[in-house]
């Protein structure tokens, strides 16, 4: 679809294990745990579908008859908009491997981000291209999400303009940008290694991020010059965006809200 960006949904077991999410509702993948009624990956992905701005829809999960066994998104594949890619043993390499041969720009969330709407996703967009970005990360405020709901998240990035949430949504611009994403594909799990974080983001940028020394766009700034490409953070206005399900307390949040969202759609 011309003029639109890709979407990726990372949506497989996180080092192959099932998530305890998983586990207490029976079944095979978190991403299949219902929230408010349905499954989050089937939230998530009518998200995508409903915005004018997504074409493609990718979802990289190691078992892709996942997909198989929801009616709810059955249509979609039908008509080749929807695409299940083999995910691989970690992030980066799944992120890659769905990505190739994709249509850029590149948007890429998580399937348990099952609060994203299409105006949130406009808003992500609009800000990256606002910024000349050729990397974006969505965040949002605390205020914003405490306003959504006052038991949204508990640990958020301080900084000296404001406190940050991060969104689990990214945006690429082309392969250039995707290419950076190599820097944290040697040995697995990145995160577990924290000598290939600071060789990747540089120590003092990292010690300055870690205890928000300078504001939100210094420190990205900063990491732009370290990757030599613009990375750009973009704020999004819809605190509840940077609620994902992560455990039981996620969980219950995000029903809440989305069955009130429902509520409002049914009295409308």
Request: charged share 20%; hydrophobic share 50%; with cysteine.
């Amino acid at each position: 679809m011309p003029g639109t960006a890709t979407a990726l949904v990372l949506a497989g077991k996180r080092d192959g294990a099932t998530d305890p999410l998983a586990l207490a509702a029976d079944v095979t993948h978190k991403c299949l745990v219902p929230v408010a009624g349905q499954p989050m990956l089937v939230h998530v992905i009518e998200a995508l579908a409903a915005s004018p701005r997504i074409g493609e829809i990718r979802v990289a999960i190691e078992d892709v008859a996942v997909l198989d066994a929801l009616p709810q998104l059955r249509g979609l594949r039908n008509t080749g908009r929807l695409v299940a890619i083999p995910a691989r043993p970690n992030l980066v390499d799944s992120v890659l491997a769905a990505a190739d041969g994709a249509r850029f720009p590149l948007l890429i969330t998580t399937a348990d981000n099952v609060l994203l709407t299409p105006d949130a996703l406009a808003e992500m967009l609009d800000g990256c291209a606002a910024q000349g970005a050729n990397a974006g990360v969505a965040f949002t405020r605390r205020a914003s999400v405490l306003a959504a709901h006052p038991q949204g998240q508990r640990k958020f990035y301080r900084f000296a303009d404001d406190e940050f949430s991060n969104c689990n949504t990214y945006w690429l611009k082309d392969a250039k940008a995707l290419a950076a994403a190599e820097t944290f594909r040697s040995g697995g799990q990145f995160v577990k290694h924290p000598m290939r974080i600071i060789g990747a983001f540089g120590l003092i940028n990292l010690i300055r991020f870690r205890f928000g020394i300078g504001t939100l766009g210094q420190a990205f700034a900063r990491f732009s010059r370290r990757f030599r490409m613009v990375i750009a953070p973009v704020i999004l206005s819809d605190g509840a965006v940077a609620i994902d399900v992560d455990n039981a307390r996620s969980h219950g949040v995000a029903s809440e809200l989305l069955e009130r969202r429902l509520a409002r759609v049914e009295a409308a």
